[in-house]
T-cell receptor
């Protein structure tokens, strides 16, 4: 079946502009996660959605970052007034609630110039 | 808080060598433990998992045993291949959270 998809695959933007990154999870997966992977770094947790519950936003690095999930499916991560330090690969993952095994998308590589 | 500490890389091995990548964790409860792998140019994919103490996860010749007494989940393979070159991430999940290690880069040379 279809895996997790993300778009765009690459995004180059100018400092100060807003960007939106999209994640389409596996159908039926109730949990959705966003991570950031900077060059040479591990995965930094950003935000977690589970069903209709309020999201866990504890990993968002600043108030310039926000995310929403519509209809319990597609999610959009928005970064406002982008900074050069926002350059990274943004990964989305989804899982069923029962076993927590995460399936990752291919990521969006964001470059802020 | 909960966390994962992973052996730093990079690791370079010759083909058919024995591999160990160390992973230790700190957790207040009884988390599930995972190893993920990221091949060059690809996304992360699950390699193996263990959900309770003394469980052994295995896949593609890799193994890891959930050791509660030493809070460890070391990844091992008896004979690595060039195709195993990748970055390996240890992860744990208590409830509704995922903690990843910083990743260990492995290069296998012929």
């Amino acid at each position: 079946g279809a895996g997790v998809s993300q778009s765009p695959s690459n995004k180059v933007t100018e400092k100060g502009k807003d960007v939106e990154l999209r994640c389409d999870p596996i159908s039926g997966h109730t949990a959705l996660y966003w991570y950031r992977q900077s060059l040479g770094q591990g995965l930094e947790f950003l935000i977690y959605f589970q069903g209709n519950s309020a999201p866990d936003k504890s990993g968002l690095p600043s108030d310039r970052f926000s995310a929403e999930r519509t209809g319990g499916s597609v999610s959009t991560l928005t970064i406002q007034r982008t900074q050069q330090e926002d350059s990274a690969v943004y990964l989305c993952a989804s899982s069923t609630r029962t076993n927590y095994e995460q399936y990752f998308g291919p990521g969006t590589r964001l470059t802020v110039t | 808080g909960d966390s994962v500490t992973q052996m730093e890389g990079p690791v370079t091995l010759s083909e058919e060598a024995f591999l160990t990548i160390n992973c230790t964790y700190t957790a207040t409860g009884y988390p599930s433990l995972f190893w993920y792998v990221q091949y060059p140019g690809e996304g992360l994919q699950l390699l193996l998992k263990a959900t309770k103490a003394d469980d052994k996860g295995s896949n593609k010749g890799f193994e890891a045993t959930y050791r509660k007494e030493t809070t460890s989940f070391h990844l091992e393979k008896g004979s690595v291949q060039v195709s195993d070159s990748a970055v390996y991430f240890c992860a744990l999940t208590p409830v509704d959270q995922f903690y990843f290690g910083t990743g260990t880069s492995l290069t296998v040379i012929p």
